[in-house]
């Protein structure tokens, strides 16, 4: 199963809003609102920034938001701050109850 | 405060088998809300799911590498394990351990949803 189709990178200014994607088919984010988002600033451990599409874990800051139409999940990072520099991935439940990652993106903060 | 931890030698030599230990701290492994996953990053590549274990044994793992990946639990130990046989260079990876909750927020118990705690990684090579 191929991985979800993620922009290499993404950047901007800080105050900014950028919108990373995240392109899959009918079989995983298309099927499901079951997409989830990751955090990772290099040799930390990933955290959970979004799941279920749109819902944020307790802890995590409302510049962060998702949404989803059709086969393409979006996250949305308002406010952008020079912490908010990291590597994001996707990842979906798909119909075979295995789970697919993107190929992450790098968000630059100019 | 739920803590993960990987462990392994970080060099594993071609044809050899890749041994990984995650122990939990801060929480039990075998509360019933929740599996537990192994997930790996090749360098310069993304994240890939690796497989998932609970409690009582069950497993689920990546199709691709079904054949050579094995994970066991230890409830006594408060420990998951990851073995994955017949290494190449392509197992080269960052491997991270990660917990997975049981039911999504409708209350239906479903595998593979998300990765809500993870672990800080730890680089195996896989190399002569």
């Known amino acids: 199963q191929s991985a979800l189709t993620q922009p290499a990178s993404v950047s901007g200014s800080p105050g900014q809003s950028i919108t990373i994607s995240c392109t899959g088919t009918?079989?995983?984010?298309?099927?499901?609102?079951?997409v989830s988002w990751y955090q990772h600033h290099p040799g930390k451990a990933p955290k959970l920034i979004i799941y279920e599409v749109s819902y944020r874990p307790s802890g995590v800051s409302n510049r962060f938001s998702g949404s989803k139409s059709g086969n393409t999940a979006s996250l949305i990072i308002s406010g952008l701050q020079a912490e908010d520099e990291a590597d994001y991935s996707c990842?979906?439940?798909?119909?075979?109850?295995?789970?697919?990652f993107g190929g992450g993106t790098k968000v630059t903060v100019l | 405060q739920l803590q993960l931890q990987e462990s392994g030698p970080g060099l594993v030599k071609p044809s050899e088998t890749l041994s990984l230990t995650c122990t939990v701290t801060?929480?039990?492994?075998?509360?019933?809300?929740?599996?537990w996953g192994w997930i790996r990053q090749p360098p310069g590549k993304g994240l890939e799911w690796t497989g998932t274990?609970?409690?009582?044994?069950?497993?689920y793992y990546n199709p691709s590498l079904k054949s050579r990946v094995t994970m066991s639990v230890d409830t006594s130990k408060n420990q998951f394990s990851l073995k994955v046989t017949s290494v190449t260079a392509a197992d080269t990876a960052v491997y991270y351990c990660?917990?997975?909750?049981?039911?999504?927020?409708?209350?239906?118990?479903?595998?593979?949803?998300?990765?809500?705690?993870w672990g800080q990684g730890v680089s195996v090579t896989v190399s002569s």
């Open positions: 274990i609970y409690f009582s044994g069950t497993t």
């Open positions: 801060g929480g039990s492994i075998s509360n019933s809300g929740f599996y």
């Open positions: 009918s079989t995983d984010i298309g099927g499901y609102n079951y």
């Open positions: 990842s979906s439940y798909t119909g075979s109850s295995t789970v697919i």
């Open positions: 990660a917990r997975l909750p049981y039911w999504d927020r409708s209350g239906r118990p479903r595998r593979n949803l998300h990765f809500d705690y």
